[in-house]
Structure formats: C-alpha cells, structure tokens
C-alpha cells in the first residue's frame, strides 16, 4: 500500500526537477528583498508573507509604487484565469488523490503497520519523531517502532504519512521567491496544522480534517508567490500595507481555488468555496485556519 510512498519520499531528484518546470528564464533574476535584523515595532502589522521572506517590516503610510501596481496586476490575472496552471503547486493533483485514498483504507493492525512502515525509512523518522515530541512524550523513552505507533494512534500515524507526502510537494529549492520562502513556509505548515486540528476538536470536529487543511494552508501563499516567480516579478521590501493586505487576500483565495480543484474532503471543499466567495469567511473550519495562523504569527519574531 505504500509503494508509491517510497517512491514519492526516495526521488527528491526528479522533483526538483518538476519544480523548476516553467521558470528557467526567471532564474537569472537577482533578487531584491531586502532583510532586516532589527526588532518588528509594536505597532507594525504582521505580515506572513514579510516573515516567510524574513523581509524588512512594512512601510506605513508610503505610496504604492509602479513595480507593486505591476504585482498586483500579475496576481489578479492570475486569479481571474478559467483554470489554475499546474505549475503553481506542481505534483499536487497527482499526489494528493494518492494519499487520500492511503487514508481511507481500512487500517490494518498494528503489527501489519510495524512492516509497512519499516519499509519506508522516511516515514519511520517521522512516527518516531512525533512519538518523541513533546505532545505525545512518556516518561520512558519509546524503545521500538511498535512503541511509537502504539503511541501515536492512527490520528498520529495519519498525520505522520501526510506530513511525509506533502513536505516534498509544498516545498520548493529555487533561488525564486518560492525557494526562499520555502524553508519558513514548512515550518509554519506544520504549526498551523497542529493549531488549526485543536480548534477543530474543541469544536468536536475531525481533528485531523483540521490538521491536513492547516497543513495544506501555507499553498495559498506558495501560489501567490509562484505567480509572481512566473512573472518574472520580485517582491522587493519593504512593501505598503495595502499590497500586503492584497497578498492575503489572493493567498486566501487561491487556496480556495487549489483546494477546491482537489477534491479533497467534504469539509474541506465547504471552507475551500467560501473562501473563494466571502471575504470574511464564517465557515469554522475557516476561522480555525485563520485563527491558527494569527496564532502562529504572534510566536514568531521576524
């Protein structure tokens, strides 16, 4: 059954490869985001999009340039587009059908997962790492991948097989404004799916439904930028407030687009429609997710 698992997780070459598909010319562009070290001021707003980039805080009350009108229009033709290229998140509608069907399976038992999960050794740092993190740790260390399942549950064996999936799917190598926000964008992937499953089970919804859209959340913005990559166009810093607030607002939907398109799961589908439609979306599913990154955000430093 996870087969194609190992071949997925064990070929980081060939997706490398389809990743780069489509902006071989934009690769010779220098890049002009500019970093900064000093402290965020209390009273600046706090941008995901300025934390991924590890850019420079946003400039208040400044003009918008010719270059972010430029952004701005890219990124509108691309929302208004009849259908989303492929080259946004590449690999993704063929991966993630996979995996779903991989979740839906009836679970064998637990010895039967011990050896198929043994076969693959990238998920088995996985199960072995959550059995260790500070969520599921026991006073005695787990000894054996028996231990580690019998430890993380099915939810936790679900979670870890996603986690070991996407990675390579959401994450990208490229000298573009992808690749340099690829690192961070993984990172808060994972958080924002840990945050956004616990909102969902204090709501006694499906904790792992909230996990996988936490974990899939970060696409919206990886296709923002990817379209801007597409363009040829960068994102120097610092930007307006009010291009950063369009950011958001194509990053939110265009993760509806994305998911939707997916098919993924009845609830997922429902928050991926109003997030193309509302722009305050009420779905709780919705406001989990947002709720989930806003908490995200005031943990981090720039």
């Known amino acids: 059954m996870l087969g194609w698992l190992r071949k997925l997780t064990q070929n980081p070459a060939s997706a490398r490869s389809v990743r780069g598909t489509g902006m071989g010319a934009a690769n010779t562009r220098t890049a002009t985001a500019a970093t900064d070290s000093s402290p965020p001021s209390a009273t600046a707003p706090r941008s995901m999009t300025a934390w991924l980039l590890q850019c420079a805080q946003l400039a208040p009350n400044s003009t918008p340039s010719a270059h972010e009108e430029a952004l ?11 259908k989303l290229p492929e080259s946004l998140i590449p690999r993704a509608s063929a991966v993630l059908p996979q995996l779903l069907r991989t979740l839906r399976q009836e679970a064998p038992s637990r010895l039967e997962w011990v050896e198929k999960v043994s076969k693959d050794q990238l998920l088995m740092a996985e199960v072995l790492r959550m059995a260790h993190s500070a969520h599921y740790r026991t006073r005695e260390p787990v000894q054996s991948l ?3 399942l019998s430890l993380i549950g099915q939810q936790g064996l679900k979670a870890a097989i996603a ?9 990208s190598d490229n000298s573009l404004l992808t690749g340099r ?19 969902l089970r204090a709501q006694g919804l499906d904790w792992f439904e909230g996990f996988l859209a936490g974990t899939l959340w970060g696409v919206g913005r990886t296709a923002v930028l990817r379209t801007l990559d597409l363009a040829q166009l960068d994102l120097p810093a610092p930007w307006t407030p ?16 994305l998911v939707a398109g997916w098919d993924m799961t009845p609830l997922l589908n429902e928050a991926a429609l109003e997030f193309m439609h509302q ?24």
Request: hydrophobic fraction near 50%.
């Open 72 to 82: 701005v229009v890219a990124l509108q033709r691309m929302q208004d587009a009849p």
């Open 163 to 171: 986690r070991v999936v996407l990675k390579p799917v959401l994450t």
């Open 146 to 148: 028996d231990g580690a």
């Open 242 to 257: 009010a291009l950063d607030t369009l950011l958001d607002a194509h990053a939110h939907r265009l993760f509806g687009r």
């Open 181 to 199: 926000a690829s690192h961070r964008a993984w990172i808060a992937n994972e958080a924002i799916g840990t945050r956004c499953a616990e909102h």
């Open 279 to 302: 722009p305050a979306p009420q779905h709780p599913l919705c406001v989990a997710l947002l709720a989930a990154e806003r908490e995200f955000l005031d943990t981090q430093a720039l």
